[in-house]
């Protein structure tokens, strides 16, 4: 099992930029990626960004490229998001998500954590 906890979530004025981490732990020595992904009510989770787990090949959805950046620390075993020109449709629980070699979706998931952009 992988474990996955957020931080960094909280509250941003418009324009403004924060900082999302999640820590994986537990088995990931067969991991193949991670991503952010953010939800808000009665809508569906929407994928973001994705890097490999070594760090390479990110990726980004139309909708946060050019402002939000993924990256990884192999050494912390960790993945950020840095999140700049925050809009208040940025409002939404923010969820770290990884992959394993062997799946075809993000299989772990952390517990999410509340971004909330103020107008």
């Known amino acids: 099992q992988v474990q996955l906890v957020e931080s960094g979530g909280g509250l941003v004025q418009a324009g403004g930029s924060l900082t999302l981490s999640c820590a994986a732990s537990?088995?990931?020595?067969?991991?193949?990626?991670m991503g952010w992904f953010r939800q808000t009510p009665g809508k569906e989770r929407d994928l973001l960004a994705t890097?490999?787990?070594?760090?390479?090949?990110?990726q980004y959805a139309d909708s946060v490229k050019g402002r939000f950046t993924i990256s990884r620390d192999n050494a912390k075993n960790t993945v950020s998001l840095q999140m700049n020109g925050l809009k208040p449709e940025d409002t939404a629980v923010y969820f770290c998500?990884?992959?394993?070699?062997?799946?075809?979706?993000?299989?772990?998931w952390g517990q999410g954590t509340q971004v909330t952009v103020s107008s």
């Open positions: 998500a990884a992959r394993s070699v062997d799946s075809y979706e993000f299989d772990y």
């Open positions: 537990g088995r990931t020595f067969n991991m193949r990626s």
């Open positions: 890097v490999s787990w070594s760090g390479g090949r990110p």
